[in-house]
């Protein structure tokens, strides 16, 4: 999955103004569909099928192509598609974009989702071929490290600190720690990600 997110933001540095000529959709592997009524399907990933990404063929990949995967409220999951640049013709009434792969102006670690305590818990709570099956997608923290041949970054950002470490004494609204809670929160990161 790493390679084609690294292979898509590659193929996108480009110093021409273009526009996009023609599109060719390829479907990632089938996706279990389930409804739970809110206007949109979510994949089911068990213990014997979880979706994926296959590889980007070296084919679609030119200095003058991109791939993007798409995911919509009607039901598309990363739907792939590739699409050819082509330059622009002055006044045609298309929109251009320029893209200047000699200015760099941020680094991107990596794409990913968020863990949440939801999160956690629902996995928590499946058999463990099925959850080891979803981790290959979805890392969870320590097994993520195991089940991944490949390092695996990791960073955290609460909501809040617990109540009853801060100044206001609430989750919400503007406060800051108690100084004699410095240390307990940094352990609390550490024993979190660790």
């Given at each position: 999955?790493?390679?084609?997110?690294?292979l898509?933001?590659?193929?996108?540095?480009?110093?021409?103004?273009?526009?996009?000529?023609?599109?060719?959709?390829?479907?990632?592997?089938?996706?279990?569909?389930?409804?739970?009524?809110?206007?949109?399907?979510?994949?089911?990933?068990?213990?014997?099928?979880?979706?994926?990404?296959?590889?980007?063929?070296?084919e679609?990949?030119?200095?003058?192509?991109?791939?993007?995967?798409?995911?919509?409220?009607?039901?598309?999951?990363?739907?792939?598609?590739?699409?050819?640049?082509?330059?622009?013709?002055?006044?045609?009434?298309?929109?251009?974009?320029?893209?200047?792969?000699?200015?760099?102006?941020?680094?991107?670690?990596?794409?990913?989702?968020?863990?949440?305590?939801?999160?956690?818990?629902?996995?928590?709570?499946?058999?463990?071929?099925?959850s080891?099956?979803?981790?290959?997608?979805?890392?969870?923290?320590?097994?993520?490290?195991?089940?991944?041949?490949?390092?695996?970054?990791?960073?955290?950002?609460?909501?809040?600190?617990?109540?009853?470490?801060?100044?206001?004494?609430?989750t919400?609204?503007?406060?800051?720690?108690?100084?004699?809670?410095?240390?307990?929160w940094?352990?609390?990161?550490?024993?979190?990600?660790?």
């Amino acid at each position: 999955m790493w390679r084609a997110i690294v292979l898509f933001v590659g193929c996108w540095i480009l110093a021409t103004p273009v526009v996009v000529l023609f599109s060719v959709s390829v479907q990632g592997e089938s996706c279990l569909v389930r409804d739970y009524g809110a206007s949109s399907v979510v994949c089911v990933c068990n213990s014997t099928h979880c979706d994926s990404l296959q590889p980007i063929p070296e084919e679609d990949i030119s200095n003058r192509s991109f791939t993007r995967f798409t995911s919509s409220k009607d039901g598309q999951r990363l739907k792939r598609t590739t699409d050819v640049f082509v330059d622009a013709v002055v006044g045609s009434g298309i929109a251009e974009f320029y893209l200047n792969k000699s200015q760099i102006y941020q680094d991107i670690i990596g794409f990913g989702g968020a863990m949440t305590d939801a999160s956690a818990i629902n996995i928590a709570s499946f058999s463990e071929k099925t959850s080891d099956n979803l981790m290959r997608l979805i890392p969870l923290l320590k097994r993520a490290k195991e089940l991944n041949p490949r390092e695996v970054k990791l960073f955290t950002s609460p909501w809040s600190a617990p109540y009853w470490m801060k100044r206001n004494g609430t989750t919400s609204g503007t406060s800051h720690l108690l100084e004699e809670n410095y240390q307990p929160w940094a352990n609390y990161f550490v024993k979190y990600v660790y």
